[in-house]
Structures are given as C-alpha cells and as structure tokens.
C-alpha cells in the first residue's frame, strides 16, 4: 500500500482559540469550520511548510470523539491516507491487523465523501477518506473513482 497522507488529525477542545494559536504560528486556513451533526464534531483544515491538519472540536458531550477528549485532551490523535477505492484500501488494512472502528460514512468537512477509521496495536488510530482534494494539489472537483 502506498497511501498518500491527507492530514494529521489534531483533537481541540476549543476550536476558535486553538485555530488562532495554529494561525500565530503562521498555518493559514485552507477550510474553514464546518459542522458535523451526525459526530457532533466542528473541522476546520489549517495548512503551513505542505503539511495539513484537520482541527476536530467537539460541540456536544456525545460527540464521536468526547471519550478521547477526556482521554488525551487537545492532541493530535490520527493520520488520515487518501484512498482511491475505500473499499478495496480497507479490506487490505484488515489483512494487516488494522480494525475497522466505524463504518464508512459521510464526512462533510470532506466534501460529502466517505471515511472510515482504523485501530491497529502498534500504530493506533488511522482514517481513508475517499477521493481527491482540492488544497492539496489535486482536481478542483472533488471526485471519486
């Protein structure tokens, strides 16, 4: 496998003060907030020297990610590999060890185009999110295969 990174994961507790801390630091905003009901999360992706993070605040106590919060606090917490087929990148994880945590779905900060996350003991948490992206070099048009 030879999966392109996509971000770094970084997990904030709150969103508006830790993107102005990633922005003195001289990241720009490459996307800007976006809110995910179904996780109960906002994102919000910043950018500095081609590396890209994706800021992950949650907005509810019942968020996807409200366990890791209490757990790690503000930290970056997954690497996220772009995927051409979503399907056949996450049967060849498995075949690795990798443990699918959630079930494709959704993402709207990521254009509508479906990810899944991963755990692996020697590695820890993973996302594939399906398709193309537009700041980093790739189609203006999100597309998938």
Known sequence: MN???????????????????FLALGYHTVQDWVRDDARGIDISFLEKD????????????????????R????????ICYVSESLEKDAAALRAQGYLPITEPAPAP????????????????MIELVEGTFP????????TRP
Not at 110 to 117: A, I, L, R, T
Not at 135 to 142: F, L, S, T
């Open 50 to 69: 081609s590396i890209t993070i994706e800021l992950v605040s949650p907005f509810r106590e019942d968020s996807s990610v409200s366990g890791l919060m």
């Open 109 to 124: 900060a990521c254009g509508g185009h479906p990810v899944q996350f991963f755990l692996h003991p020697a590695v820890g």
């Open 3 to 21: 999966l392109p990174i996509h971000h770094i994961g970084y997990l904030v507790k709150k969103g508006q003060k830790a993107q102005a801390s």
């Open 135 to 142: 700041w980093q070099g790739n189609a203006i048009a999100i």
């Open 71 to 78: 757990r790690i606090k503000n930290s970056p917490y997954h």
